[in-house]
């Protein structure tokens, strides 16, 4: 049995090493991811509401409001916004126009199961949303087809796009004579 | 030159980690629903399991039996932040469909059985090539059953519609059963091939 003094000195000098490399591959790493991030988020801002020029963020808790400006007008809102889903949480991105009316969604992130509640990122589902007006019920059968295999899923998104497009509109006032 | 391909090639058929040694399950079972997902776990590991062969075997001689064992976690999880870090800036499409199993190849026992049993005992090169075999099979193994599963389940392949239209997927062969299920197929077509019974 040697020394622990001696022991723990060993792996001390380990641990600095496996840090240092750990310090250097996060330097390198780190701008890049950063970079991804936030060029996804802007690709996402500018389809979601292609009106808009500027977006100036306006956080809340759980949630992000990007207020989309064309020169000095407000022309609609897209919010970032958390929700869960059936395999964990999904980060969804909902963009309304000031007459109310949606003009785009994605789901950024998402942990459902593939082949089945993954299809929810598929252009025939998401498609439904768009256009419909923040006022309208989004009833699940109805006015949005479901995806067969997929319900909670389905209505997950469904009830959040709902929630948050009427949130949206109280909020800011959006085509509320409409 | 015999003795290092033998070491090599031990990992890719003899003691394929996953369909002859059937350790560290965890991630083959849970991403191989697509192929390139399989495809990138698989480098992942190819990353983690050499460097650390390689760390673990220059270290042989200063490392004292007592405290071995952190040492080759600290080793270990340091490669596989290093890999979880790269893949996310390279390639953050796919990292986000992985999640979290390439931080979990820190626990993944191929990696650990590799550096005690293997790395620990022999000298760098052995050891290199011990690692590589071992995650080419892995690797090999990944792709195996997850072209199987994505071909039944999905009818693609790397994202190729390479089925006619009118295969209809079995959608049980992309979600948990269908990984178990294709395993043991998988597991007893190899025994029937080299003629090994259940019974020894």
Known sequence: ????????LILMTICIVAAGLLAFTNAKTGPIIAQNEQQQLETALRELLPEAETFEPDEEEDKVFYR????????????VFSQTGFGGLMKLALGVNKDGEVTGF???????????????????????????????????????QGIS????????????VKTLAAEIRDKYDLGSNG | MKKLWNTFSNGIINENPVLRLVIGMCAPLAVTTAVVNGFWMGIAVIFVLTASNALVSLLRKVVPAEIRI???????????TVADLTLKAIQPEIHAKLGVFVPLIVVNCIILARAEAFASKNNLIQSVADGLG?????????????????????????GFNVLPASFEPAVVMILPPGAFVTLGYLLSGLNLITGKSGDN
Do not use: Y
């Open chain 1, 149 to 160: 295999g997929a319900t909670i899923s389905s209505e997950s998104v469904t009830d959040c």
């Open chain 2, 70 to 80: 952190p040492i080759f976690i600290v080793v270990i999880a340091t490669f596989t």
């Open chain 2, 134 to 158: 071992m995650a080419l099979g892995f690797t090999l193994s990944l792709l195996i059953l997850a072209s199987i599963r994505e071909l039944l389940g999905n009818g693609t392949w790397w």
């Open chain 1, 68 to 79: 989309g400006r064309r020169g000095e007008a407000e022309v609609g809102i897209v919010a």
């Open chain 1, 1 to 8: 049995m040697q020394s622990p003094v001696r022991l723990g």
């Open chain 1, 106 to 144: 994605q789901i950024l992130q998402h942990a459902e199961t593939p082949g089945l509640g993954a299809k929810i990122t598929e252009e025939e589902f998401i498609c439904q949303f768009v256009g419909k007006s923040a006022n309208d019920d989004f009833i699940l059968g109805q006015d949005i």
